[in-house]
């Protein structure tokens, strides 16, 4: 996603990756992301305030397992886990005056943020969703 | 869900309303299964 932040840049947006280990965990991970702010949420009420899933089910199954070999084959390894192994991430656009644009809730490991459609909310690409109704997904 | 109650730490460890942060524009919050 970080790769695609010229996109969202331009679409008026700007990018923020939360985390949920410890604020030195989130610096040091910051390091590898030049421009983009990253936070972190080692309590995880966020996620559990956004219904981001949480458990071994949804980190643990076949599909996640596929993500895992693909991304392998792809040559990108996971060294280590720095914060929940068993929460799920998503993937929220917030407006001003706190307006829920968009919001992805990953079902499993192996899901990815589906940035066409959060962008298609800001008129970019696909048609924009309706106004007033947040995409939920 | 109440959006003025989301909040995150930033890199120092203060807490950081996610509402506030959008209200100079629109903010896309990816939120991570973990770092690294």
């Known amino acids: ?137 | 869900m109440i959006v003025q109650e989301l909040k995150a730490l930033d890199l120092a460890g203060r807490s950081v309303s996610l509402a506030e942060l959008a209200e100079s524009g629109p903010v896309l919050f990816a939120f991570l299964r973990h770092f690294g």
């Open chain 1, 1 to 137: 996603m970080a790769g695609r932040l010229d996109e969202i840049r331009a679409a008026g947006a700007r990018l923020m990756l939360v985390g949920n280990g410890s604020p030195g965990q989130a610096a040091k991970f910051a390091k590898g992301f030049p421009g983009v702010t990253v936070l972190t949420d080692p309590s995880l009420d966020t996620y559990r305030a956004l219904g981001l899933r949480r458990g071994v089910g949804a980190t643990l199954n076949p599909g996640s397992a596929l993500s895992a070999v693909g991304a392998a084959l792809r040559g990108n390894r996971q060294t280590s886990v720095e914060g929940d192994p068993w929460q799920q991430g998503g993937l929220l656009l917030l407006g001003p005056g706190g307006q829920v644009l968009y919001l992805q809730r990953n079902r499993g490991a192996g899901d990815r943020p589906d940035l066409d459609r959060a962008l298609a909310v800001l008129g970019v690409g696909r048609k924009p969703v309706r106004r007033g109704r947040p995409e939920v997904t």
